[in-house]
Each structure stands twice: as C-alpha cells, then as structure tokens.
C-alpha cells in the first residue's frame, strides 16, 4: 500500500468539490488576522492566490525574483485559457472539458481534481471579467471563443495573443488593492532559498535580497509554492530567463515528494533554433493551428534544395507537399495534442525532410487561410467577381486582425513576412506537467507546504492541452487553494506568531550560507552558462522528445560527473553582498543538476509511452495505431511520487495508483 | 561583425558611474540586442571580471523587464519592440553604440544598467483595479455585453507592459502615458466605471509624489512606446481628472 494519500472526496463525481467545500473545517474572520501566509511566485496561481487569500483576511507575504509581481512569466501565455461556458452553444460542457483533459492527458490525471478543475473554469471567466479583463468580443459585445488542439468545441477565451498577460495584470491588480490595504506585504527581488519546517511541518522561508544580498528569515503558518515550472532544465526553452525549479527543489529536499518529474511538454509551434548564441525559444501560439497548415516536402531532394537555398516552398505545388498531420490524423488534422503534433515534425525532420538550414523545421502555411478568409470576406463585402489580388488583400486583413502580432514578432525575430512566405516551426520545451505532489487540497507531502499552478503535478496527467494551464493557476489560485488551506489553518488558531529565532530557523540559514559561500569558491574554470548548456545538450538529446533505456542511463550519469565538475570548477564572479546575476544563475543550475538526474531516473522507470512521455521500447506494433505511442495501463497507470534521499538517482518511489471510476481508459486516437 | 559598445557602469546606487568601453567582434545578425550581450559577458567572466548587469527576463517582448537606452533612444532605433526583441541585423560593422539605463529621477540605479521601477507598482497600488472579491459569483460574464469597439480600445490600453521607456523618452520623466493606460483601461469599460473618480485621484496623486514630471504634450512617449500605447489615454485621463475634481 502506499503511503500517499491523495484525499480525493467519496461520492459522485460531480458531488465531491461541492460536498468537500460543505466538510472542510473553516477559520473565522477574526481569527485569519492572526495567521499568516508566504505565496512564492506571483504569476497566475500565487498571485490570484495571495490575493484572495488577503481577501479573506489572512496575513500574506509574497516573493518574487522579477521587481514586480507583475512580470512572472505567465505573462507570456499566448493563446487563451479555456472554460466550460458552452456560450457557442456547440455542445460543450463541463463534463466535455473534464473528459478532454482527462484524454488529453493521456490517463495519467485524476479523475477528482480535473473535474473540480472543469467545474470552477466558468467562474474564472466571471470573475475577470468583472476585474475588467479586456477579453476579446464579438460585434454583439458579447464575449468571442476559439477553438485549440485536441479538442472539437471553441470554449478558449481569449485576448488577442496576450491573454496570459491580461489575466496576469488582473491578477495583480487584485494583489494591489491587497497591497493598498495592508493585508499583502510584496518582497521583490528576492529569491526564496529554503524551506523551514518545525516539528514537521511547514513554517517559513529563508530567502535572499537580490538587492543587497542579504539573507533574510520569514515565518508563517503556511507556506504555498507557485514558483512555475521547470523546463529550464533544458537550458533552451520557452521559459523566462529566470524560471526555475529553486523554490520548489529546495521543498523536494526537506520532504515534499516530485511527481512525474518526466512529464514535460515540448510546443510544436516554436520558432526553430538560429544558431549557437541562443538564448531562449520564442512560442508561435499554437492558436495558429486553427489557420496554419503544416507541411514539409513529399520529395526529399525538394528539402535539401530548400536547405541549400535553391528552391523557395512557395515554388512548391500542392502535390508536391506533404501535409503530414492531416495524411496521418484525418479526425483532427493539424490540431491534433501537443505530444503527437510534435513528435510528427521530429519524425519528418529525422527522416531528412526538415527544412531550414538546420534542417530542424518545417512549415506552418496560412496561403489557404488567406485565400479561404479574402473570399469569405469579398463575399459579405459585396465584391463580385473578385481578383485573386484583391482576395490576397482582404484575406491578409483578416489574418492581420486574428494574428497580427504573432506575425508580427516572427518577422522581428527571422527577417521573412510569414503572410508571403511559409512560416518555420519546430518544437520546444514550454511547460512542465510534474512538479510537487500534492493532495485534493493542494498540500504537498510537508504539511503546511502548498502547491499551486505548474508548480504542482496535479491536473494535466502525461500531456497539458492547450489554453489549460491558465485556466489551472487562476483554478487553483482563486478557487481552490484559498479554501482547501483553511482546513488545515483551522488547527493553527491558537498557534501565535511563529518565532525566527529559533534553532530551526539557525539551521536553515547556515545551510543557505553555507552552499552560497561554496558556489563562489570554485575554481572559476567555467561559467555557469557552460554548466547549463551542458545540461541542456544531455536533456534535449537524451530526455527529449523520444527517450529510450541506453539514452537515459547514459544521460544519469552525465549528469552526475558534470554536477561534480560544477561544484569544483564553477565560476561565480563578484561577490555574494550585493546583486549579483551570476550567483543567482549558479544557485538556479545547481538545482537543475540535481533535478536532472531525477528527470532521468523517472523517464527511465517508466516503460510505457504516455502523453509528452515517449519511449521507443513502448509503441504500437500492428493495425491502425501501427508506429503510435503505446501505454501501458496495466502496469504504469499511477502517479510517480520521489522521495529525497540524499542524491537524486537514490530517491525512493512512492506509487499512488490512478483510479478511473467514470473514464473508460482507452487508446488515445486522434486518426 | 565589430563593433564598440559604450558602456554605462555603476557599482550600486550611490557610486558615481561611468561609460566604459568594450570591443566586440563575430558578432551576428540573427542574435538579439541581448545575446549580443551575453557573449560579452561570457567574454568577462573568462577574463576575471564582473560582467555587466541589466535586467531581462521572458526575452520575448512582453514581460517588460529591459530598460536600456540604445544609441539615446528606449529600447533602441527600431519600433514598437522591446531591447529584447531588437537583432543585430539593424546595426552595421563598426558600429560604435552606447548603452545606458532608462533615466529618470523616479527609476534610481541599482547597478549598471539595472533600474529601480517600484515607482509604477506603487502608482497600481493607489487605485488601479476593480474592488472585486474573488466569490466565485459574480455576474455571468456574457450579463453585459460590451461595445466592440470600445473593448477593443480598452484592450489596446491594456497592453501597456510597465517598461518604463514613456518616462525615459520623455525630458519631463512624466508617467502620464503609464498611468493613463490603466486609467483608461477601467474608463472605458461598465466595470470600472463605479470607482472611476476616486482611481484617477488617487492614481494621478501617487504619481506626483514618486517625482515624476508633467506632460507638455511632446508625443515622444508615444513613439518610443513599445506597445504602441496611444496619447488618447493621456487626454482621457485629463478628462476623467477633471470630471472627477469637479466631482470634488
């Protein structure tokens, strides 16, 4: 039996959240003033959760690397955030999106915790909505939806190609009527660097003053981690500069157990790596696949001239196209998961057909759209007869509307207009679907450490669908986290102010001091960014997009001889007393070393292919699914849970068996 | 290609600084204004010395976090882009460009290109929201339809990302154009409209105490304006000042 106990609620499906909100224990009014809060990270889920946590009267501190919570990297969301509002009236419900991201996730999600996700979706829409997010409308005033891959109904809201942006700024601005009122109290600049557990459980933070490199200690009754996902593993990703795993590795180290740490999502539509420099990856929302059709050439000696600079895809004829996501994928076409539509280009571009000069892309084409759009368009507009340059005209206007400033920062960022020219896609890594395990209410394995949004495994099993990790930090940010934690605070009444002068609190910060005085002692033979693109080169080749069992051997203990070589020779110039970039960076990949070698261990011991989670061994061998990832639910549908001790590839598994009481688990086809 | 960088140092916010200068060569024009920069500090910590520090973050143009002046201008020659998004391919071999921080008396320096801009957080703390719980029950948020258009503008409002390259451009370190996004943003849609006088008081108030200048009019925010952020806002923001003092 496992010692995990996820505390999904009995009853009917629909009945457990409503029936769990009835039972749990609650904190009066005048007592939440004597309790206080630490929320780390301020993107969607801290910062909605800090907000409504003040809201309801506790005492809260929120930290953040950036100088202002408004800059966490959810800001970054593109395309939308979806809810169960069915206002197209296409059949949507909240069962459907329940079901979706059930399936989308490949099976390796609960059952419980998706559909409370789907339940409070419509509320969060509500609830923008009257904080003045600008979504986008239709001409009747009313609110405009769009359709995202893997699914067949429209119910993402969106605003333009910011909607993460606009969600954020609403969530911060409810942090700042908090703010205003007293009841938040915002630390920036500061880097949270341990966790402080007292008689087991969860009571403060050590963290570092950015500024003036001071090292400060911060108590609290609880402490709640949203500090996003870990996908700087990779050193080249979609992420923010400074995303990383600190906050919640650190947790890791003192008790909270990490799930899935293999699960990470890779984004077809990506804008393909230019050269040695790089430094991030820029995301093409995958919205563009509701227009953009995909496709590399059918001959392959059509793709080394296109490599070579001799042919131009627009020389191309339709028949000499191969339009590979809707040859292999009828049903849904070039919106089929993440997972499949990206490991489809690695395929074709493995096979020599890729098409820019590192023969790492293929095509994302809006000609059709446009054509199809310019006509629609000349159609209502009264022009009969038009000419294909005024269909062009019209059809780029409307393109223009929908997508301009994606199309816009493609032309910044490659020097080509993608409204003449097909666009070149490859796939990244964008989002983390492991992070803490947590239970129903979001409490870790520490008691009193919470996990919010990326941060936590919880909601997105094997593989995220598109437009749902907006709708899960602001889910459990305003709706879940802020009530499940009551229950737990109810036993902390009379507890008082927690004290920092304690040997506790002396223990932890030594620690802290300690590994920072060790980082800037190295031999100074090699940067931190070496260390980290080292890294990166191992993860991406070895734990990428596909993995198999002599990869990921290989890639532990990779990892560990360059984790040695980084504790001895890194360099980290300046000193700790002041801001310093470079130590921040080396505290960051210091971490990664260490999650990288679980990341491995992880996808190793799991044997089966599932959702962003491919291995080789494991596909299907005859039939229709033939070449197609294969699960295998009899012996790997549970949740992987680690348990530290003492070096990454010795953590202990802990198994908490999935169970699907109203899913029919089944093959996951979108042919 | 070579070029020569010209460098604003300062060791922290009371230490006089200086422009150093740097030579560079190899580099591309695929890399960004930023990579460029990362190959010299990689180059600087090789030799043994501090690299330059300057804010970056989401390195995609929206998290708003650079604040260097290029050449004089925020953000640099091109438009509507942030110093992230700017490629070396606008620059030409031989190039000599300096580099500085946003200036402002309201942005202090942390350290060489690094910038203090709690100034803007404490002009939002004032009064730039909606006082709405999170209850879970609010209207259905199809109960009021809103005007396209005026949706629209409320979104191009929105947009604003807190760079801080408004009050760079102009010689009056004003924040007007800042301010008046999320003035106007509220202004125009029903939501805002309940707490819209005593948001634009307290709003304008903050903003004159954290030093700012005033607005003479110049446009220069407006076209150094990353995000294309229009002076409509700032004349809607004159006028909801004004309704608003009447108010008194």
């Known amino acids: ?671 | 290609m070579k070029l020569t960088l010209k460098i604003w140092r300062q060791k922290d916010a009371k230490s006089r600084g200086e422009l150093v200068d740097y030579q560079m060569k190899g580099i591309e024009g695929d890399m960004s204004f930023l990579e460029m920069l990362d190959v010299l500090n990689e180059e600087l910590i090789n030799k043994g010395e501090e690299p330059v520090v300057f804010d970056h973050d989401c390195r995609e143009g929206i998290c708003g976090v650079c604040s260097l002046q290029i050449n004089g201008e925020p953000h640099g020659p091109d438009r509507l882009i942030t110093a992230c998004q700017l490629h070396m391919r606008k620059f030409k071999d031989g190039d000599t460009i300096f580099i500085e921080p946003f200036r402002a008396k309201a942005f202090p320096i942390i350290k060489d290109l690094m910038i203090d801009r709690s100034a803007f957080d404490r002009i939002q703390q004032a009064g730039g929201y909606i006082s709405v719980n999170t209850s879970g029950n609010t209207v259905d948020a199809n109960a009021i339809p809103i005007e396209k258009e005026k949706a629209d503008d409320a979104f191009a409002a929105a947009t604003c990302i807190g760079c801080g390259a408004c009050v760079a451009a102009c010689k009056n370190a004003s924040a007007m154009l800042f301010t008046s996004a999320k003035v106007s943003q509220y202004a125009l849609l029903p939501q805002g409209q309940v707490e819209a006088a005593d948001r634009v008081l307290a709003m304008v108030k903050q903003m004159d105490e954290e030093g700012f200048g005033n607005c003479t009019n110049t446009g220069a925010c407006e076209i150094e304006c990353p995000k294309g952020i229009s002076l409509e806002n700032i004349a809607r923001m004159n006028r909801e000042y004004l309704k608003a003092s009447l108010k008194g």
């Open chain 1, 1 to 671: 039996m496992s010692i995990l106990d996820s505390k999904i609620p009995e009853g009917p499906l629909a009945d457990k959240w409503t029936k769990h909100k009835n039972t749990i224990n609650l904190v009066n009014p005048a007592n939440k003033r004597n309790i206080d809060i630490i929320v780390v990270g301020t993107g969607l889920a801290g910062g909605s959760a800090a907000a409504t946590l003040a809201e309801l009267g506790y005492n809260v501190k929120t930290f953040c690397y950036q100088d202002s919570p408004r800059r966490a990297h959810s800001i970054a969301a593109q395309g939308g955030i979806n809810a169960a509002k069915n206002y197209q009236g296409d059949g949507d419900s909240v069962y459907r999106l329940f079901y979706d991201t059930v399936k989308g996730g490949d099976y390796r999600s609960r059952e419980g915790n998706v559909h409370r996700l789907a339940e409070v979706s419509t509320n969060i829409i509500d609830q923008c909505v009257a904080q003045g997010v600008p979504f986008a409308r239709e001409y009747g005033g009313l609110l405009d939806n769009r359709s995202f891959g893997g699914v067949l109904v429209s119910r993402t809201f969106y605003a333009k190609g910011q909607t993460g942006q606009q969600l954020l700024l609403g969530a911060y601005s409810a942090m700042n009527r908090q703010i205003n009122r007293g009841k938040i109290k915002s630390y920036t600049r500061h880097e949270m660097l341990d966790i402080v557990k007292i008689d087991g459980k969860a009571r403060g933070i050590i963290a570092r003053d950015l500024v003036t490199g001071e090292i400060e200690r911060h108590s609290a009754h609880a402490v709640v981690l949203a500090s996003g996902g870990y996908g700087n593993l990779f050193y080249l990703s979609t992420y923010a500069m400074g995303s990383n795993v600190t906050a919640t590795w650190k947790a890791h180290r003192r008790g909270a157990f990490f799930a899935n740490p293999c699960y990470t999502q890779i984004h077809p539509t990506c804008i393909p790596v230019s050269g040695d420099h790089q430094s991030k990856l820029t995301l093409m929302s995958e919205s563009l696949r509701n227009d953009g059709r995909i496709w590399v050439p059918k001959r392959i000696e059509d793709a080394e001239a296109i490599r070579a600079g001799t042919l131009k895809p627009t020389q191309l004829s339709e028949e000499e196209r191969d339009y590979y996501l809707e040859r292999r994928y009828p049903a849904f076409g070039n919106l089929v998961p993440r997972d499949v539509a990206s490991r489809a280009a690695k395929e074709r571009c493995d096979a020599g057909f890729g098409v820019n000069k590192t023969g790492e892309a293929v095509y994302l084409d809006f000609a059709a759209a446009i054509q199809r759009y310019g006509a629609e368009k000349a159609h209502t507009s009264g022009i009969h007869n038009p000419t294909k340059e005024e269909i062009t005209k019209l059809g780029e206007e409307v393109v223009e509307a929908k997508y301009g400033n994606l199309f816009q920062m493609y032309e910044k960022i490659v020097d080509e207009n993608p409204y003449k020219t097909p666009m070149m896609i490859y796939p990244a890594v964008h989002y983390a679907m492991g992070g803490l395990w947590v239970d129903y209410n979001l409490q870790t394995t520490i008691p009193g450490c919470y996990a919010a949004g990326e941060a936590n495994f919880s909601d997105h099993g094997a593989n995220r669908l598109g437009a749902s990790a907006l709708m899960q930090g602001l889910a459990d940010g305003y709706f879940v986290l802020p009530y499940t934690i009551g229950d737990y605070l109810s036993h902390d009444i009379l507890t008082g102010k927690i004290p920092t002068d304690t040997p506790e609190f002396d223990e932890a910060e030594q620690h802290v001091k300690d590994r920072i005085q060790k980082l800037m002692s190295g031999s100074g033979a090699h940067s931190v960014d070496y260390y980290h693109k080292k890294l990166g080169k191992i993860m991406w080749n070895k734990c990428g997009m596909s993995r198999n069992e002599k990869d990921l051997k290989e890639a532990i203990d990779e990892i560990t001889a360059l984790r040695e070589d980084f504790w001895k020779n890194v360099k980290v110039p300046g000193t700790a007393d002041n801001m310093n970039p470079e130590l921040e960076k080396a505290g960051r990949v210091a971490d990664f070393l260490e999650l990288g070698e679980l990341f491995a261990k992880d996808a190793l011991d799991r044997k089966e292919s599932c959702g962003g989670h491919f291995r080789e061994e494991s596909v299907e061998q005859s039939g229709e699914q033939k070449g197609e990832a294969l699960r295998d639910d009899k012996n790997f549908k549970y949740v992987a849970a680690w348990e530290y001790k003492g070096v990454p590839k010795e953590a202990k598994l802990h198994k908490e068996d999935l169970v699907f009481e109203n899913i029919e688990l089944k093959t996951r086809s979108y042919k």
